[in-house]
């Protein structure tokens, strides 16, 4: 059974600091693309990055370049998602995907976890 | 990149069908058959329920099917049961490693 579990969310204050990890199991993690997704509250979903199998391409949606890293330990089975000089509107429920390219889409998700940037 | 456009609200009644626009543009929905669409119920993960346009994950039930014309795909719930009741979501591939998501649409059974 495929399982992603997320960690390392909690409350910081504006130009923090903050790693996310996610634990997967139950599939071979090297041969999946691997991606975050995060859901402001109340809102709709927004695709944050994404990483090859290996480690070596790695992409990000416009409003978080510069500022977020993924990366991943295929040796741990994990994801990361560090995450630097947060904003207030970073906050959401970040959720780690396992994503299928192609088809261009993500099969199994994680529970997720809330990041909550305020002073 | 812009969120895709979904409605906010459908419904319909137990045994009904609804459904689910979402609206894009040539540089995501017009231009890749990869559209997918996720079921999201209060407090829960999102759950794939269509992947390229019109193909269902094993254990989807069929009353889910998708199409697409030009920049618009749909979603259509046939046979809506209470279960069913949740926010869909639809995605695209935008290119270069990009995905853009939907607006979200609450769907409610009467």
């Known amino acids: 059974e495929v399982q992603l579990v997320e960690s390392g969310g909690g409350l910081v204050q504006p130009g923090g600091s903050l790693r996310l990890s996610c634990a997967a199991s139950g599939f071979t993690f090297s041969s999946y693309w691997m991606s975050w997704v995060r859901q402001a509250p109340g809102k709709g979903l927004e695709w944050v990055a994404n990483i090859k199998q290996d480690g070596s391409e790695k992409y990000y949606v416009d409003s978080v370049k510069g500022r977020f890293t993924i990366s991943r330990d295929n040796a741990k089975n994990s994801l990361y998602l560090q995450m630097n000089s947060l904003r207030a509107e970073d906050t959401a429920v970040y959720y780690c995907?396992?994503?299928?390219?192609?088809?261009?889409?993500?099969?199994?998700w994680g529970q997720g976890t809330l990041v909550t940037v305020s002073s | 990149q812009s969120a895709l456009t979904q409605p906010p609200s459908a419904s319909g009644s137990p045994g009904q069908s609804v459904t689910i626009s979402c609206t894009g543009t040539s540089s995501d929905v017009g231009g890749y058959n990869y559209v997918s669409w996720y079921q999201q119920h209060p407090g829960k993960a999102p759950k794939l329920m269509i992947y390229?346009?019109?193909k269902r994950p094993s254990g989807v039930p069929d009353r889910f099917s998708g199409s697409k014309s030009g920049n618009t795909a749909s979603l259509t719930v046939s046979g809506l049961q209470a279960e069913d009741e949740a926010d869909y979501y639809c995605s695209s591939y935008a290119g270069s490693n990009n995905f853009v998501f939907g607006t979200g649409t609450k769907v409610t059974v009467l």
């Open positions: 995907a396992r994503a299928r390219n192609p088809p261009w889409c993500f099969d199994y």
């Open positions: 390229e346009v019109s």
